[in-house]
């Protein structure tokens, strides 16, 4: 099974700054036939369900704003948040696609300095 | 609008069984993917089963095999998950989830219900 482990556990950055977290999985998640990398980034605010932000490791889903990119390959991934607004503060989770059972990083708390 | 509306949470005894119900509109609910992840009490996202659009290819993750079966109705636009043999570890929100493509490796989740609370105690 791939485990996917997240850094750090949590994070405080003031209003406007960066913040960035990362992931890694185990083993990697680059399909070599597509040069897609199977790794997801959700956001998740206290009272709702985890809501989609990043996959492909990079591709922004629709609505999202262009404050948030994802990058990396193969086994280290990282979501940046350029310049942190006061509704970015959530919990983030990345999540591995590549093969079953998928696995969600332990999640990183980002809050407000 | 995808809409995603689970139920059939509540209390039951260790050893129990429960069935959750998935509720879906506002997308062809034959042609995607389905999924349960689950959430703890304040704990993290787990993955806890897979359905194919057809229902012929479904997977557990190994903490609830041989106790949970995941089915669909497509007629019904329905997704259930029947949890028997229910122990302490398993409360949780169980939410449904949909993956918009898996046969191209696109098993990310796209839409999330609201989740069901299930609690295991006696």
């Known amino acids: 099974d791939i485990v996917t482990t997240q850094s750090p556990d949590s994070l405080a950055v003031s209003l406007g700054e960066r913040a960035t977290i990362n992931c890694k999985s185990s083993q990697s998640v680059l399909y070599s036939s597509n040069n897609k990398n199977y790794l997801a980034w959700y956001q998740q605010k206290p009272g709702q369900p985890p809501k989609l932000l990043i996959y492909w490791a990079s591709t922004r889903q629709s609505g999202v704003p262009d404050r948030f990119s994802g990058s990396g390959s193969g086994t280290d991934f990282t979501l940046t948040i350029s310049s942190l607004q006061a509704e970015d503060v959530a919990v983030y989770y990345c999540q591995q696609y590549y093969t079953t059972p998928w696995s969600f990083g332990q999640g990183t708390e980002v809050e407000i300095k | 609008e995808v809409q995603l509306v689970e139920s059939g949470g509540g209390l039951v005894q260790p050893g129990g069984s429960l069935r959750l119900s998935c509720a879906a509109s506002g997308f062809t609910f034959n042609s995607y993917e389905m999924n349960w992840v689950r959430q703890a009490p304040g704990k993290g996202l787990e993955w806890v089963s897979y359905i194919s659009a057809t229902g012929s290819d479904i997977r557990y993750a190994d903490s609830v095999k041989g106790r949970f079966t995941m089915s669909r109705d497509n007629a019904k636009n329905s997704l259930y998950l029947q949890m028997d043999s229910l122990r302490a570890e398993d409360t949780a929100v169980y939410y449904c989830?949909?993956?918009?493509?898996?046969?191209?490796?696109?098993?990310?989740?796209?839409?999330w219900g609201q989740g069901t609370l299930i609690t295991v105690s006696s």
């Open positions: 989830a949909r993956a918009p493509d898996c046969t191209i490796g696109a098993c990310f989740l796209d839409y």
